[in-house]
């Protein structure tokens, strides 16, 4: 139990993971690799019932407060139906603009924060849902393209995580299910938490192109599934280059 609760405190920093994770890709080129997951997780009849698509900029030509502003007041007459907000003081400043429609929620928010009177600011959006159908599937390509190229200055970073659950009973034990998992998405273990009722791997993935460098070796995909038992539904969450859902 202590290191299920340990495990899930890493993995619930995300936010602080993901700012220091190197602009290496480029807007989705070819497939999106939330498309890839969804389609090895429906051919195994695991039913999605959240999922979200994250990406972020570090914004290196933002040097002061007024283009900051400037930036950020771009950003709220390009989106004006979206509901924005600020909450700024001398060293930190965060505006974030948020749309909710129907099951999916959209959010941006433009971080900054003013080090010795250098300013390191971030420009994060989220397209998230609890439904996945053919509908979504078709259109989170387009609207992804089109969100980038409105609010990214250069390369984002982009990151996909699904959270689903097995439609019937897991014959196999929770480390064959893993083994499973591993094979069908032709990934490498790096490092594994194995519980009575959770484990969890980070592995190194042939389907996703970005990686993450852990010790001297990259990942680029993270995988995690829970039994409670008694009878209760094995539910996993799949996320490259990294798991961006708590669990």
Not at 3 to 8: A, P, S, V, Y
Not at 166 to 181: A, G, Q, R, W, Y
Not at 210 to 230: H, L
Request: net charge negative; charged share 25%.
């Amino acid at each position: 139990m202590k290191k299920t609760k340990i495990i899930l405190t890493v993995l619930g920093l995300v936010g602080l993971i993901l700012l220091n994770i190197g602009d290496k890709t480029t807007a989705a080129d070819g497939k999106l690799d939330l498309l890839k997951m969804a389609s090895v997780l429906q051919d195994e009849n695991i039913l999605i019932n959240e999922w979200s698509l994250y990406a972020r900029e570090k914004m290196v030509n933002l040097q002061d407060q007024k283009e900051i502003k400037s930036y950020t007041e771009e950003l709220k007459q390009q989106f004006p139906d979206w509901e924005w907000a600020t909450n700024s003081d001398k060293v930190h400043s965060e505006s974030v603009g948020v749309l909710q429609q129907g099951s999916e929620t959209e959010s941006i928010k433009i971080l900054s924060t003013s080090t010795n009177g250098q300013f390191q600011t971030y420009v994060i959006y989220e397209v998230k849902g609890q439904v996945w159908d053919k509908k979504v599937e078709e259109s989170i390509p387009h609207k992804m393209a089109s969100r980038i190229s409105d609010i990214f200055r250069g390369n984002a970073t982009i990151f996909s995580c699904i959270k689903g659950e097995f439609n019937d009973k897991m014959i196999k034990t929770l480390p064959l299910e893993m083994e499973h998992l591993l094979t069908i998405f032709q990934a490498e273990e790096i490092e594994a938490l194995k519980e009575d009722t959770f484990i969890s791997s980070t592995a190194h993935s042939t389907m996703f192109s970005e990686t993450v460098e852990v010790g001297e070796k990259n990942m680029n995909v993270q995988i995690g599934i829970r039994n409670p038992g008694m009878g209760g539904k094995t539910t996993l969450v799949v996320g490259t280059p990294i798991i961006t859902i708590e669990y």
